[in-house]
């Protein structure tokens, strides 16, 4: 029996591990009451199966956890960012299924506007929940419960655009050296980043850079 609240006709979905996709997918595709997943491996993919779908004018939703087997986190932000404009324009819903647990990069997450974000450790109603309240939302990110208590441990402090940056290409376990060129700035300029982002956290450098290292 097909849901009657389910607006979607298609969902993309986008998972680093193969069978968390697979169980997405279906878990999807029972919700919906008939088979409307797909799922895409990377995010060229992902972006050519949107186009496809957009100019079919089907209702698209896509699932993902901004990252794949290949692909880094400044990956699937860029990937946001440049579906930003369709997104607000309501062309198609966007769901963020994450393992981050870093505030601040959940922070990065939120700037970009998805439709809502759900930490991959909760219960798979809130997933669907947070599905639901796709349909009419404008203009809104909606946070699950989990999102919302992660954010509370950073609540009044803010990092800058390039701040934040530099944190999402900490993920990727670079050195300052590396991090400098990838973002264009002199060497010392990433080192000051990591010192305001280390006396915003109210800790000394190592102790900081232990935190990078388990990101």
């Known amino acids: 029996m097909q849901s ?15 069978f968390s996709a697979v169980g997405l997918c279906t878990l999807v595709d029972n919700y919906a009451g008939r088979s409307v ?5 990377t995010f060229s993919a992902l972006k050519t199966q949107l186009n496809i779908s957009v100019a079919a004018e089907e209702r698209v939703l896509v699932i993902t956890e901004l990252v794949s087997g290949s692909e ?4 699937g932000l860029r990937f946001l960012d440049n579906i ?6 309501s ?3 966007v769901v963020v299924c994450t393992a981050l647990s870093d505030p601040f990069l959940l922070s990065a997450v939120i700037g970009r506007e998805p439709n809502a ?10 997933l669907i929940r947070l599905i639901k309240l796709t349909k009419n ?20 402090i803010r990092l800058t655009q390039r701040e934040l940056e530099w944190l999402v290409i900490q993920t990727e376990k670079m050195g300052l050296a590396e991090t400098a060129r990838r973002m264009g700035i002199h060497y010392k ?16 450098i190592r102790e900081m850079d232990s935190i990078l290292a388990k990101l």
């Open 37 to 41: 997943s797909f799922r895409v491996p």
């Open 117 to 126: 974000i759900v930490h991959r450790d909760e219960p798979l109603n809130v």
């Open 189 to 204: 300029t990433a080192a000051t980043y990591r010192k305001k982002i280390s006396k915003h956290l109210k800790i000394n």
């Open 137 to 156: 939302n404008q203009g809104v990110t909606n946070l699950s419960p989990l999102i919302l208590e992660k954010l509370e441990k950073i609540r009044g």
């Open 84 to 89: 930003k404009v369709g997104v607000q324009a």
């Open 91 to 93: 062309h198609y819903k």
């Open 4 to 18: 009657l609240f389910f607006p979607f006709n298609r969902v993309l979905v986008m998972d680093s591990v193969y």
């Open 72 to 75: 880094p986190l400044c990956e």
